[in-house]
């Protein structure tokens, strides 16, 4: 190791000193650090969400509570098992946005709707009774469903959820189509994978739907 020539030694304390004192005196009075990097410190805060967010989860928590119910009968309806594939796929994704959505809505302090009742959730969020939302089967339509068995339920079971996708992506469209609303992430994130998702679906089952018609026959 090169040895420094003792002249250099008193400078190099002192510049070594200068800086402990420095860092001290700053310690000692409380004062905090400062960013090297100024610009990158100040990142910008993320969107506040709007009313028209809050209605949108709120409006979607009903929307797939009844996709739910639909999804569910296929096991015990005697689905075929394309069907009751499908069925399974709708249960998992739309429970786990119905936890995301309730979450953001409590993170927010906002009524958290309970799903086990959709119709009666569908109406008070439109104000107005026997009015749906885009998409939602009306009593006659659930019921219908409900008594279909085999086939029967597999066509039913897929034009009904069909009609109901395209609900969801319209309430999404009715959401990005409102000034300053779905800027928020976690809103704009769902929406968006709603929209992605159910459009997918919809093509997915106008495609089997179309299978059952060629092979039993046009109801």
């Given at each position: 190791m090169r040895v420094l020539p003792s002249r250099f030694v008193p400078a190099a304390f002192l510049l070594f000193a200068a800086g402990a004192c420095s860092k001290a005196t700053n310690q000692g009075n409380g004062a905090a650090p400062q960013p090297e990097n100024h610009a990158a410190s100040a990142k910008p805060k993320g969107y506040p969400y709007t009313p028209a967010d809050v209605e949108f989860m709120t409006g979607m928590i009903a929307h797939h509570a009844?996709?739910?119910v639909m999804a569910g009968w296929a096991q015990s309806h005697g689905a075929g098992p394309s069907v009751q594939t499908l069925a399974g796929r709708i249960i998992n994704g739309q429970q786990d946005e119905i936890a995301t959505m309730q979450r953001?809505?409590?993170?927010?302090g906002q009524p958290v709707p309970d799903p086990s009742k959709?119709?009666?959730?569908s109406m008070h969020h439109t104000g107005q009774q026997g009015m749906l939302m885009p998409g939602?089967?009306?009593?006659?339509?659930?019921?219908?469903?409900?008594?279909a068995r085999g086939a029967d339920f597999d066509r039913l079971f897929l034009t009904y959820m069909i009609q109901?996708?395209?609900?969801?992506?319209?309430?999404v469209n009715q959401l990005f189509g409102t000034?300053?609303?779905?800027?928020?992430?976690?809103t704009f994130k769902l929406a968006n994978d709603v929209s992605v998702d159910q459009t997918t679906e919809i093509?997915?089952?106008?495609?089997?739907?179309e299978g059952l018609q060629s092979s039993h026959g046009s109801p």
């Open positions: 009844q996709a739910l953001w809505l409590k993170d927010r959709p119709m009666e959730m939602m089967l009306t009593e006659a339509q659930m019921k219908e469903l409900d008594q109901h996708h395209k609900g969801a992506v319209t309430m000034e300053g609303a779905a800027r928020e992430e976690t093509a997915r089952m106008q495609r089997m739907l």
